[in-house]
């Protein structure tokens, strides 16, 4: 039978160990909560953050009555990227998902004073400005505007790829100018046709109604037209067909 000399040390190791090991569960528990309400938090703000004024949404009550019409804020990528805990920082847009996150679907980006669009692997954009046009007299038949509704969204990723970088570099057809990036100027309008694979084909237009001090923009958009998901078979080349 072990001494009673053996089993106090035991004893009194065991009363250590348990609460210890009691406490340390409950600390961990209460910073996992901490940090969800944390979390929560964070998310309230960041609505605030992204938020566009009543006085805008007074002033353009008309407009935004109307179907497919939005008010949103972008923030510079630049200033906001990875401090949010929406990805890419509140600086895209999806005029398909009304969503501020990079993902799926993303449309516009601003970046460093400018619009860029057209973002992962074969998904492509472009877009043109529209100088002082009313947002309201943009349609699909606007002179400028009418390329970008009847382009064909190629279904071959060499196509797509070959695409993409035509309008990086700027493509022409007659006197309109249909680019990837573009510089963001309150008071100007301007009309994007975005094509993501599996998700989504869109033509939308777009105001800047103001930029603030913190770098972020408000634009009044309204979508355009919508086309049928498109597909795309990759690794096929023309030839292949």
């Given amino acids: 039978m072990p001494s009673k000399r053996l089993l106090a040390p035991a004893l009194l190791l065991t009363c250590l160990l348990v609460p210890s090991g009691v406490a340390r569960a409950q600390d961990r528990a209460r910073a996992a909560a901490e940090i969800e309400s944390l979390r929560e938090q964070i998310k ?3 609505a605030v953050l992204l938020a566009t004024s009543d006085e805008d949404r007074k002033a353009n009550a008309e407009f935004l009555a109307r179907p497919d019409t939005g008010l949103v804020r972008l923030l510079p990528r630049e200033k906001w990227e990875d401090k ?7 600086s895209y847009y999806s005029f398909t998902l009304r969503s501020n996150e990079y993902g799926r ?4 980006g601003l970046e460093q004073g400018q619009f860029h669009a057209g973002f992962a692997g074969a998904d492509f954009a472009f877009m043109t400005d529209l100088g002082e046009m009313p947002l309201e007299n943009v349609s699909a038949e606007t002179e400028a505007v009418r390329f970008m509704a009847g382009y064909e969204a190629p279904s071959l990723e060499t196509e797509a790829r070959m695409a993409a970088r035509q309008f990086h570099a700027a493509r022409h057809e007659g006197e309109a100018s249909y680019v990837r990036r ?12 975005s094509i993501v694979y599996g998700e989504s084909d869109v033509l939308a237009a777009f105001r800047v109604l103001r930029k603030d001090d913190d770098g ?8 355009l037209q919508k086309y049928p998901k498109p597909s795309l078979q990759r690794n096929v080349t023309s030839a292949e067909q």
Avoid: F, Q
């Fill in 44 to 46: 309230a703000r960041e």
């Fill in 84 to 90: 949010l805990s929406m990805r890419g920082g509140g």
């Fill in 105 to 108: 679907s993303t449309d516009i």
């Fill in 182 to 193: 573009l510089p963001a100027t309150p008071g100007r309008t301007y009309a994007v046709r």
């Fill in 216 to 223: 972020s923009v408000v634009l009044l958009w309204k979508l």
